[in-house]
């Protein structure tokens, strides 16, 4: 589920297992800040903001990166984020959250949600949550929270590749199993596990497709035919379609998991369609697929 290359460097391995997420330099036409951290392992309670140098922006994204839980942010999250900034005026807070086992669902969601309602209520700018993977389950809890809980919801969820479900019992998936060169049932349960903890695989905290969607803000899906992770893809588009919320859903044949992070043509086009889809302030440009 990591979405950058084999030969990117890993993170440094922590206490309990987990690794301790490393940081790469953005381009050089965005900026970064400080990350919190505590006990040497970030937390969602604050993060990294990588915004347009002019301070132009349009649109602000709470970004969640993949890795099955268990691995850093990489090198394609990092190029997704610049085109953001710089073609798509975005600010981007940039999640960095406690990885498994350390990080579990009960101490990682709370926090991830607390930063994301600062974000929506702050108001000045429309706001989307967006991840790849697993941080696209991720983009779908803090949104399910304030909802539940009377917050501020975001203008918009994009969710890339979604990991939605943790028990990984959906019919769909042994008909996508042969075709998908990534991803395996049994690994993904047992990272699954590993954020889980205490709380259990069917808990809606790790795997959001178990939580209801009823109220949700309107949401893009991108979802590739050799990714195992569409069969939950398909079931999140026809449930959420069906308790009201607008769905954009991307079904790219022949493509892999998180596609739209790659560099092809597919990816590329993916890409354009995302920075399309973005809400923006009135009279603010849009990019145009």
Not at 144 to 159: A, C, I, K
Request: proline fraction near 8%; aromatic fraction near 4%.
């Amino acid at each position: 589920m990591c979405t950058g290359t084999r030969n990117e460097p890993r993170g440094k391995r922590g206490e309990g297992g987990g690794c301790r997420a490393q940081l790469e330099q953005p381009g050089p036409a965005a900026r970064r800040v400080g990350v919190g951290a505590q006990d040497g392992v970030p937390r969602p309670g604050r993060g990294a903001e990588v915004a347009p140098r002019d301070g132009a922006a349009r649109v602000q994204i709470l970004s969640l990166h993949g890795g099955a839980y268990i691995e850093e942010i990489g090198g394609n999250h990092w190029h997704l984020i610049e085109q953001l900034v710089t073609e798509g005026a975005a600010r981007v807070t940039v999640a960095v959250h406690p990885l498994a086992p350390r990080g579990t669902a009960s101490a990682v969601v709370p926090d991830l949600t607390a930063l994301a309602g600062r974000l929506t209520a702050d108001g000045s700018l429309p706001t989307v949550f967006m991840g790849d993977s697993a941080g696209g389950g991720l983009a779908v809890k803090p949104a399910q929270r304030l909802r539940d809980t009377g917050g501020t919801l975001p203008d918009e969820l994009v969710l890339i590749s979604p990991w939605l479900d943790a028990v990984m019992d959906s019919p769909g998936i042994a008909d996508l199993q042969p075709y998908d060169p990534m991803l395996g049932v049994e690994a993904l349960r047992y990272c699954g596990s590993l954020r889980a903890g205490e709380l259990g695989l069917a808990h809606p905290w790790v795997g959001p497709l178990r939580g209801s969607r009823a109220g949700l803000p309107r949401t893009t899906v991108f979802a590739g035919t050799r990714d195992i992770l569409t069969a939950d893809a398909r079931r999140f588009r026809d449930l959420a379609t069906a308790e009201g919320v607008e769905v954009d859903y991307a079904e790219a044949a022949g493509q892999i998991h998180v596609y739209p992070l790659w560099p092809t043509a597919e990816g590329h086009r993916a890409r354009r369609h995302l920075l399309a889809s973005l809400p923006a302030l009135a009279g603010s440009p849009i990019v145009r697929r």
